[in-house]
């Protein structure tokens, strides 16, 4: 079992950046790893992931060259680089291990493991 502690929210103006940062309280390397958000009044909804081993990145088509998920193994640590951030990008973040460190997974259920969330607000 690993534990989840996201950090790195809060409140930003349209255009601007964030750095979410997910520390694991152990190793992650056979953990795929999984950013997900629910706004207020809203579903679980697939940010990003990236698999153990070779790290092979998959993104949801509304972020898609604006954020960039990343791990480093070495600190048992993923991130989500926000950049261009939007009103609509205002949700709680949160960060999720996969047992399943292969292949792709868009489901927020299929994740083992959550954290807590970071609020992200964006401001017009």
């Known amino acids: 079992q690993v534990q989840l502690v996201e950090s790195g929210g809060g409140l930003v103006q349209a255009g601007g950046s964030l750095r979410l940062s997910c520390a694991a309280s152990g190793p992650i390397t056979n953990y795929a790893m999984g950013w997900f958000r629910q706004g207020p009044g809203k579903d679980y909804e697939f940010v990003a992931r990236?698999?153990?081993?070779?790290?092979?990145?998959y993104h949801a088509d509304s972020v898609k060259g604006r954020f960039t998920i990343s791990r480093d193994d070495a600190k048992n640590t993923v991130y989500l680089q926000m950049n261009g951030l939007k009103p609509e990008d205002t949700a709680v973040y949160y960060c999720?291990?996969?047992?399943?460190?292969?292949?792709?997974?868009?489901?927020?259920?299929?994740?083992?493991?959550w954290g807590q969330g970071t609020q992200v607000t964006v401001s017009s």
């Open positions: 990236i698999t153990g081993g070779r790290g092979h990145t």
């Open positions: 999720a291990a996969d047992r399943k460190r292969v292949g792709t997974s868009e489901i927020w259920n299929e994740y083992d493991y």
